[in-house]
């Protein structure tokens, strides 16, 4: 958005071994604290803030799914945990404006926000569904796929990514109608950054981690 990055990430320090405990290869290395949250990095200033910490999180990053989309207000995020059971699994909103987070939603979903109107499309399994700001479900239809994720293409229109076989379908709201188009499969789940674009910028930022992790 701009010049800023929006991320989750983990933060831990870590504890090297001492004594006999480093025998007789060296010692496992003790997590002593971390933190976990939504990263802001300022690629003008060279600037790394956590904007809002979620609750401690276990697995990550190995386990867990994620999304991130915005508008010009909202930046809507997914945590699907696909290994074990955790609080935090859902769909979360936060406001870029007032910077103040809500879980919108437990459901295990890779979410999508439309520029206009703040409405949150998703899909689980061949479900899509769409939902209002406030929760109130506007639409939902059963499709013929599975799809990794969707995304908007403007109020009306919804598009589908499948990867088995890799094609972009396009669904209408109004009508329901699903068609075909030549889009092709983004990679990074159609986000505007790829990871490793996201990581060149975080570390040339030149983080004080240590003081992430204060609580």
Known sequence: M?????YLAQVREYKLPKGI????????SKEIRQVFGLFRTDSVENKTSLE???????GWPVSYSTRIDRNTLLLVFGIANVSVSDSLDGIYIYNLKSKSIKKYSD????????ESKNQVAYCVEN???????DGIQLFSY????????VDWKNDDEILIYQSNPFKVLSIKLSTGKTTETELEYLPNNAQEKTKSQILKVI???NPDLNKFLVK
């Open 2 to 6: 701009g010049s800023s990055y929006y």
């Open 21 to 28: 405990s480093r025998i007789p290869d060296g010692g496992m």
């Open 52 to 58: 809002y910490t979620l609750k401690d999180v276990y």
């Open 107 to 114: 459901v295990k979903a890779l979410p999508a926000i439309s």
């Open 127 to 133: 479900k899509l569904s769409i939902y209002d700001y």
């Open 142 to 149: 059963v499709l013929n796929t599975k799809p990794v994720f």
């Open 203 to 205: 570390n040339s930022s």
